[in-house]
């Protein structure tokens, strides 16, 4: 979970025309009830979260693809056959960097990445792990997983706002997350 740190689930949102919508429960001063909610006012947060842009960070931090070794062939996802490619702890931090969770001032005890490229040529699973710790508190360990599905490639699509939607609990800003 990016917000409360519980690690029980992901969180879901929805841009459209520039304002931003998130299904909660995220944290207790955002997102409380599992019902979707609109952040309007959210604008940095929303181009941290932008699909181009997140693909090109994930491209340009790890830069050296050579880190992905073939893991195993003829999976199975989206109805594809597909190579499986999987990152050693360095090239994984690199991913992670790409995925606005900088690593940088903590202590890494394991991290992963894999990526899922199917017969199509189309990347369609990317997933990195990451456990560590901040050097000040070393008895105090955090997780973090993000798992990333793409698929329907070049399909007519449809995004609109979610019906009923509720101002968020605050209006404090939101810190970007990785900084």
Wanted: proline share 6%; with cysteine; glycine share 8%.
């Amino acid at each position: 979970m990016l917000f409360d740190g519980n690690g029980t689930g992901g969180y879901e949102y929805i841009v459209v025309d520039n304002i931003l919508y998130l299904h909660g429960p995220v944290s207790p001063s955002l997102a409380p009830e599992n019902k979707w909610y609109i952040m309007e006012k959210e604008k940095q947060y929303i181009d941290t979260l932008g699909l181009a842009d997140t693909l090109d960070r994930i491209a340009k931090s790890t830069n050296n693809w050579s880190r992905f070794e073939k893991a195993r062939s003829g999976e199975s996802l989206d109805g594809q056959t597909c190579d499986v490619y999987s990152a050693g702890q360095t090239g994984a931090i690199e991913t992670l960097s790409g995925l606005f969770l900088s690593t940088s001032k903590l202590v890494t005890d394991q991290a992963t990445a894999t990526v899922v490229v199917c017969n199509n040529k189309y990347l369609h699973r990317l997933t990195t792990t990451w456990s560590g710790y901040a050097p000040t508190e070393p008895t105090r360990k955090a997780n973090a997983t993000i798992d990333l599905h793409f698929y329907d490639f070049n399909a007519n699509i449809a995004i609109q706002a979610p019906p009923n939607v509720t101002p968020p609990a605050t209006r404090t800003p939101i810190a970007t997350p990785g900084k």
